[in-house]
C-alpha cells in the first residue's frame, strides 16, 4: 500500500487479509446480473451479503487495526468496535462525476478494499483538497462523515462500507 495522507478527519490501516479481501470482490463481481435497477446517480450499488462479504466483517470487527479509529474519536482501540452500526458491500457504479457533503458529524464510514481501490474506481476523493488515496486489497480508509467526498464518476471498484456511530 502505498504511503497515505492522513488527517484529523480520515486515515488509511490494514482491514483484512488481501486473499478474503478478493474472495469478497469475486462474490460481488459474481452477483451482478443484467436487469439490476437504475440507481440514478448514486455512487455505488449494495450488493447482497454473501459468504466472503460476512467473513470480511466478522474478521474486521473482530481482529482489524483499530487505531485510525481510536484517533479520529479520541476512544481507546479496544472500544472501538462496540461502535459497530452497519456493513454494506458495495460495487462503485459508473455515473455523473459526483459531490456528497458531509453531514453526518457522529458518524465514520470505513471503505474496506475488495480488490485495488482508487479513485479512477470509486474510491472518493476527500475534503475541501480533494485528497486521492489508493487502497490495496484488504486496506481500509476511515472516514469522518462530516467529511466532504467527490466521486470521479467511473465505478467497477468493490467495497465494504461500514457505518461507525459515535454518539
Partial sequence: MPEQETSDEYGASNAISPELADAARQ???NSITASNPDLGDQPWDYRPYSTKTREAVKEFIENGDKEILAR??????ENVADRFHRAYPILFRNTKALHLPGG???HIWTFVAFGELMFENG???LGPSNVKHELGSGHALHVKG????WFSGTGGGTALIIDWKFY
Fill in 123 to 125: 474510491l472518493p476523493a
Fill in 72 to 77: 479520529l474519536t479520541n476512544l481507546p482501540a
Fill in 27 to 29: 462474490e460481488i463481481l
Fill in 146 to 149: 462530516d467529511v466532504d467526498m
Fill in 104 to 106: 453526518l458529524p457522529n
